[in-house]
């Protein structure tokens, strides 16, 4: 055996205090050396949960339409009134639930990869980190499947996306790190405490009432008016619609901030992550 | 030959948890909170409800060099492999592994059952730290060291748990680390199986290798390692060769089986069901009963020497057992009994006033101390009971019994290594010898 270039690994009680960039280096570095675990576990999930179904892979294009399926008909019957929509109804609710679900998705999956994954991670010396974002490739795959309905729906209404459409992935891609950035935190301290998830995500779940997702938000109450229009949520979930559809960004100003929001939110999930990981493992 | 490289050093490796859930959480939302705000951690010390785990742990083992550990449930041999294997942080101290780490902790860890067993092969090679392509290139040996031929396309679902087990162990022993780390994994599949681990262990430490084993098994330890290590309450008590540590190890049981025995009967007579407390039971299957002619009192073992009363004796070391009893009516034809329990054994030897020639036609009432010599015991180290009976020749029922009425425990000698089966409890001296024969010469 070649005794050279080996590498020597330290595990020391909490050695020098970690800095914000050294947490960004160490993601990247661990993130690198992993890639083949998540690839694995990746395929290993998205397989499992597929094999012996009876509408197998069919699901994931059927899901999304059915997730939209109750809105249309409460809009339909009346129940549910979405205000003026400049595009059509079950177009605009598509695209805001998938985009939400991108969030709400990336907060869920990442925060639970440590729990979900727990016996592996007291039984292997695989970074945590991969554990965290194995269930962002699901995320990621979901997020093509949507395009590829979209474009069904669309061609559908007979209204064909704007070139600015091709965009789509980026225009999502700070809703997708916010999550990230939210799962992050919530994956290690959720770990500690177990509600702490939990709450995380009704809290969410109230908050899309006040995101233009499933209803334009022009409330007449004036409260409501300035929390939506101060609530970052509002741009990140109408930029990449109307980019898809309409072929503009409103408010690119609004959305350029949120979007900054959303890295810095990523940073600190984590730094957060890197500072707590170690108290992880004894309590899953 | 050149010196052997170091592989692993360990230096004061400690690793604290707390008691109860509630407390963990508190302590892990307090710790959480310090991490954030950027506080230095106190980690080094041990708050209200928490106790170490492992502590001071410090060793080195060097290239091709296989180091037990052994220790009884809950000694901290466990979260010591989770530390060296980078799972549990330490919450003091320090450890440096040079190379890259195998464990087989991780023995079929990740397996998904929907999945076939080359699929799976895929998912743990990766775990283990191999590259796709390392895995490919395994592919083939590690279907044919798992003995599973064709049915590594099956869903691991369908294997049974020999398999599966195979399986698991072929993928991280193949996978040539430069540290194994190993956790009670030896005794999977059949014997045939097992013998090809222990060999291809083997193989391993000769290509340099470094093992550490965690197990039970006195057999599995002094096969594979070269020296040892004994833990008892999170802390390494001896460190030395694998025969001094499994001698270690299977006193510390032997006294642990007696002290576990000791709270039972204190329990068992708490809840009043001995009898010894209130009225001698006139039926069997209690602790204590009889009829109450003849009651013993107490029963102890004394050294041979000072004839201070001891429950620790050395192997083939004298016992003296001494028991006071009280003959409350004269009887006849008396015959007083003990008999020894093992740990896994009832009645493994009597000792009967009869048979060793004491003869008590006529025993007046009155109270007595009755004192057994024995010089020469032969019992295999390990935990014993000792039971009273006293009863006549011509009334077939006890005039009393006790069971458990002392406990007492057989050290290993120093000289010697009685490492074949924990489940004997007799040493026969003997003398061996191994003769060549013709075939013809055979019986």
Redesign the interface.
């Known amino acids: 055996?070649d005794?050279k270039n080996?590498?020597?690994?330290?595990?020391?009680?909490?050695g020098a205090?970690l800095g914000v960039v050294s947490s960004l280096a160490l993601a990247g570095r661990e993130l690198y050396s992993a890639r083949?675990?998540i690839?694995?576990?990746f395929?290993?999930?998205f397989?499992?949960g597929f094999?012996?179904r009876l509408l197998g892979y069919l699901w994931v294009l059927l899901a999304p339409l059915l997730g939209i399926a109750s809105f249309v008909f409460m809009q339909q019957i009346g129940v549910l009134n979405p205000g003026r929509t400049e595009i059509p109804y079950p177009i605009f609710v598509y695209i805001g639930t998938s985009v939400w679900g991108l969030l709400l998705g990336a907060v869920t999956n990442v925060s639970g990869g440590l729990i979900g994954?727990a016996?592996?991670?007291?039984?292997?010396?695989?970074p945590k980190i991969a554990f965290a974002v194995t269930g962002m490739a699901t995320i990621c795959y979901g997020l093509l499947v949507n395009l590829a309905v979209l474009l069904l729906l669309l061609a559908w209404f007979g209204r064909p996306p704007s070139a600015w459409a091709l965009l789509y992935p980026l225009a999502v891609l700070p809703m997708l790190l916010l999550g990230v950035g939210f799962g992050l935190f919530l994956a290690?301290?959720g770990a500690?405490?177990r509600d702490i998830t939990g709450m995380f995500t009704t809290l969410l779940g109230l908050v899309m009432y006040l995101t233009p997702v499933v209803y334009a938000t022009d409330f007449p109450n004036p409260v409501l008016k300035a929390i939506t229009r101060w609530n970052p949520l509002t741009y990140l979930v109408d930029a990449p619609r109307s980019l898809f559809v309409l072929g503009r960004v409103p408010e690119p100003a609004r959305y350029a901030w949120s979007s900054l929001a959303c890295v810095l939110v990523l940073i600190a999930g984590v730094h957060?992550f890197y500072?707590?990981k170690?108290?992880v493992?004894?309590?899953l | 030959m050149s010196a052997r490289e170091r592989a692993i050093r360990a230096e004061g490796l400690s690793k604290k948890f707390g008691l109860s859930l509630r407390q963990s959480m508190k302590y892990g939302l307090r710790d959480v909170a310090r991490r954030l705000a950027g506080r230095a951690s106190n980690s080094g010390q041990l708050r209200e409800g928490e106790f170490w785990a492992v502590k001071d742990v410090s060793f080195e083992l060097e290239q091709g060099v296989a180091l037990g550990v052994m220790g009884v449930n809950g000694s901290g041999k466990s979260t010591l492999l989770r530390i060296l294997n980078g799972v549990y942080a330490p919450d003091a101290g320090k450890v440096s592994l040079r190379g890259r780490v195998g464990s087989l902790i991780a023995a079929g860890a990740g397996f998904a059952p929907m999945l076939s067993g080359r699929e799976n092969v895929y998912v743990n090679g990766c775990l283990l730290g191999l590259s796709p392509r390392e895995v490919t290139a395994l592919m083939d040996e590690i279907v044919a060291f798992a003995e599973l031929g064709q049915f590594i396309d099956l869903p691991v679902k369908n294997y049974s748990s020999g398999m599966h087990v195979r399986l698991g162990f072929a993928i991280a022993a193949l996978s040539r680390p430069d540290i194994l780390l190993m956790d009670e994994i030896l005794a999977v599949g059949d014997m045939n199986f097992q013998k090809k681990c222990f060999d291809h262990i083997l193989q391993l430490k000769q290509q340099g290798t470094s093992i550490i084993l965690v197990s039970h098994s006195p057999g599995a330890i002094w096969s594979v390692c070269n020296r040892a290590v004994f833990m008892d309450r999170g802390k390494v008590v001896l460190d030395g060769s694998a025969e001094d540590v499994i001698r270690a190890y299977e006193d510390q049981n032997a006294r642990n089986a007696m002290e576990s025995g000791e709270q039972f009967d204190r329990a068992q007579a708490a809840h009043g069901g001995s009898g010894r407390q209130g009225q001698l039971k006139a039926q069997y299957g209690h602790a204590m009963g009889g009829t109450g002619d003849a009651v013993c009192a107490a029963v102890r073992l004394v050294g041979w020497e000072d004839g201070a009363p001891k429950q620790v004796f050395g192997f083939a070391e004298p016992i003296q057992i001494e028991a006071d009893i009280e003959v409350r009516s004269a009887q006849e034809d008396l015959l007083i009994r003990y008999t020894i329990d093992a740990a896994h054994y009832r009645f493994i030897a009597t000792l009967d006033s009869y048979e060793q020639g004491l003869i008590l036609p006529s025993v007046r009432r009155g109270n007595y101390r009755l004192r057994v010599s024995l010089h020469q015991q032969n019992f295999r180290p390990g935990a014993y009971t000792l039971n009273v009976g006293i009863s006549r020749k011509s009334v077939a029922v006890h005039l009393f019994y006790w069971h458990n009425a002392a406990r007492f425990q057989i050290e290993h000698p120093k000289h010697r290594f009685l490492y074949s089966d924990s489940n004997a409890v007799m040493h026969l001296d003997c003398e061996f010898e191994l003769a060549q024969v013709t075939v013809a010469s055979r019986f």
């Open positions: 055996m005794r080996k590498s020597i690994r330290v595990y020391e009680a909490s205090r083949h675990v690839w694995r576990l395929v290993r999930d397989v499992a094999r012996q994954n016996d592996l991670v007291i039984r292997t010396s695989i290690v301290v500690v405490a957060a500072l707590i170690d108290r493992a004894e309590r």
